[in-house]
């Protein structure tokens, strides 16, 4: 499976702030926010990853993360010029999907909870149709909402209504057959101009082959579309990484416990970093680690 992180759009709830950069490269915490989504997809199995973003925000992530064989990745990149919608990611991806399937994730998206690998494993054993999520939310009319019934099937799906018919909302995490692009192409453009989400969705839930998993308890769906959520998201990473002195959505360490990079390229990476405690973190893991090999040996 391929995986796209699509860092689009204004970030216009954020304003002042994303106009000095996308909103997807503010922090959260001790970390860009993009950092969080493309754990996910890491976490999912997926190692070829396109990313889609702003012409002036592109440039950055090509600075940051390069071709991603660092972290054991391949990743490319592809612009998204103008505000066209999340479905059009598939569009721009085209050749990068090549009928596979894709797993598309909003790099605004911050998910957490122990449950989180039932997650993992759906989207890496998927093969077929389309596969949402959906997350209990207080303000469902902000997102995309989903209607169910009794037996948790999809009854409804509305792109930020006015009056929503459940809290049940799309947390910004998609996966797709190969036949998204096709399906992709032949939608019309919303009212707001913009080739939407819900829409190819329910184009897949005509056909009976939309499928969805609730995320309920042991599930956290962090929101940063205000100042205050981002500054609330970030409370609560700050507080899971105290209580057991372990970061959580760390690229670099998530690259060296799947074995896409082994110890001497973890230590490489934590060394070209500027002296900070990211840095020691990473450095502690290597050093443990080290000892850990050494007394083995002996």
Sequence with gaps: MKGILLAGGEGSRLYPLTRIMGKHLLPVYDKPMFNYSLCLLMLAGIREILIISTPRDLPRFKFLLRDGSHLGLSITYALQPERGGIAEAFIIGESFIDYRPVCLVLADTILAGFKLAEVFNKISVFSRGGMVFGCHVNDP?????????????IISIEEK???PRSNYAL?????????????????????R????????CKMYLGIGELSIDLLGRGYSWLETGTPDQIIESAKVIKTMEQQNNLKHFCVEETAYRLGLIDLGQLNKIARAMKPSSYSTYLLEIVEEDSSAIKKKTL
Excluded at 143 to 153: A, F, L, Q, T
Excluded at 171 to 191: E, I, N, Q, R, T
Excluded at 193 to 200: S, V
């Design 161 to 163: 209504p006015t009056k």
């Design 141 to 153: 009319g902000n997102y995309g909402v989903i209607e169910i019934d009794k037996r948790n099937m």
């Design 171 to 191: 947390p910004g995490l998609f996966v797709f057959d190969g036949k998204v692009f096709d399906y992709a192409s032949s939608l019309k453009p919303s009212s």
């Design 193 to 200: 101009g913009e080739l939407e989400i819900t829409d190819l």
